[in-house]
């Protein structure tokens, strides 16, 4: 059963709050952002070795919010599972772990209040790609959308052909094993997918601008395809190029 931790009140608040998710044996440890006016709401599935608190995350998250996207940033693993993927490295590569969690995890947002009427998107990142992947694969009546940064969507096998959400793929133009790796993927998936290559990118979108380009890919995708009903999007996939920065 899923832990019921955020408070049942129908106001919204701009304030981020930390939150406990009791999935399966194990309870994660979250951090729930409302803004002022919810229009979807957005689970993050971080890469192999991060978390939560992942600098880069909270930067598309913050961005999102300001889009008016409620966000939970989740700890996939608990401490003493971290503690021991520190020296085996072998949970944060456990796809089929990861998107279990991420499914409890979107379980838990259909039963609160403040999140029970909007609809799931899921940002996953590197590894967290391929969980987020196999996740809306299971729920498909609660995935919405799904957006991949710099991610391993290879990971999610044999799910990827049942993933039903609108899928956008962004990969640095720098990261060419990853851009192949997500082509692949991209001809596998049946519902819509996009896959946008950003110019001068590397793997983790370091680059000045180049973080804030995902952010505002990401926020433009989520807000077509989380608004109520979901807007009707043609069944094709397609590749494109962000435009490379003009003079200045």
Known sequence: MMAEMVRRTPMWSAEERPV???????TLDGDLGLPAVGRGAVLFAHG?????????????????RASGQATLLLDL?????????????HLRFDIGLLAGRLVGAMDWLARQAVTADLRIGLFGASTGAGAALVAAAERPHLAAAVVSRGGRPDLAGAALPRVGAPT????????????ALN????AQLRAVGELVIVPG??????????LDEVARLAADWFARHLGPGGPASPSRSVESQVPPPGPT
Do not use: K
Not at 201 to 210: D, I, K, R, S, V
């Open 48 to 64: 192999s070795g991060s978390g939560r608190h992942s600098p880069r995350n909270r930067a598309v998250a913050r961005a999102l």
């Open 168 to 179: 956008l793929l962004i990969v640095g133009g720098a990261d060419e094993p990853v851009i």
């Open 20 to 26: 406990r998710i009791a999935s399966g044996s194990v």
């Open 201 to 210: 990118a590397t793997h983790l979108f370091e680059e000045a601008g180049a």
């Open 77 to 89: 693993l608990t401490p003493e599972e971290e503690a021991i993927d520190l020296h085996t490295r």
């Open 183 to 186: 082509r692949a993927a991209l």
